[in-house]
């Protein structure tokens, strides 16, 4: 609407298991709080409700005129790519006075791995102390690709982890190789005395439990869920999505 700030349609991947749906409106709630002047409104790709479709519909019958959609997703894969601007192509051509722009997926980012730091730590708090960081090992569990080029990038995570807190890792995923057991294996030959998982998902569902299934006997930390640096960065990249448009103006 005139004079308001644009509409944020913040995209997630969906998921059967109603706890993926039910972390990401906690997610959206704290992105709402943090910005009380902007309409914050979620969106799924898929399995969930109310689609990215439903969404943009009402946006428009509402009478607002631009929105930015902010892809809630860790990597730029498949679905920040190709399935989410093929969405927005249609819903342009079925509402040609509503602007739609899409935001940049949430990584890389820092923060998030800062996020993922933050989540092992509520499992081992003292893991940040030399004599016991020098022992954690931390396979961190990604859902994993088909493309090479794509598992290789979300390998840096681990390795920026270490970095941040000197503690051994290695990458592992639920759909691909390495697996969990193989990351496990490694850290155990590398001398880690305890290995904790830690996935790298914003919400739980099948795959996680997947991964705790897998092994049962560690410890496994949260997922990001409503984590602040997921409130700052969404914030960020809808702010970042309209620089264009302020520099044309």
Do not use: K
């Amino acid at each position: 609407m005139f004079g308001s700030p644009p509409v944020l349609i913040a995209v997630a991947h969906g998921s059967r298991d109603p706890r993926s749906a039910a972390t990401m409106a906690a997610v959206i709630a704290r992105i709402a709080a943090a910005r009380p002047d902007l309409d914050v409104r979620l969106a799924f790709l898929d399995l969930s409700a109310p689609s990215v479709e439903q969404v943009v519909d009402a946006v428009a019958a509402q009478g607002h005129t631009h929105a930015v959609v902010a892809p809630l997703l860790l990597g730029s894969a498949f679905h920040a790519r190709v399935d989410l601007p093929g969405l927005l192509d249609a819903a342009r051509a079925r509402h040609p006075r509503l602007r739609l722009t899409q935001a940049d997926v949430l990584g890389p980012d820092a923060r998030l791995v800062g996020a993922l730091r933050d989540r092992v730590l509520e499992v081992v708090p003292n893991a940040l102390r030399p004599s016991v960081s020098r022992r954690l090992g931390v396979a961190v569990a990604a859902v994993g690709s088909s493309s090479p080029a794509a598992n290789a990038r979300t390998t840096g995570v681990a390795r920026a982890l270490a970095a941040l807190t000197g503690w051994q890792t290695e990458i592992c995923f639920a759909t691909a190789e390495p697996t969990v057991t193989a990351a496990v294996a490694n850290l155990r030959a590398r001398g880690a005395d305890e290995v904790l998982i830690a996935p790298w998902f914003l919400a739980p569902g099948l795959l996680t439990d997947r991964l705790i299934a897998t092994a049962p006997t560690l410890r496994h930390s949260a997922v990001i869920g409503p984590h602040p640096a997921l409130t700052a960065i969404t914030l960020d990249r809808y702010a970042d999505a309209q620089i264009p448009l302020a520099r044309t103006a």
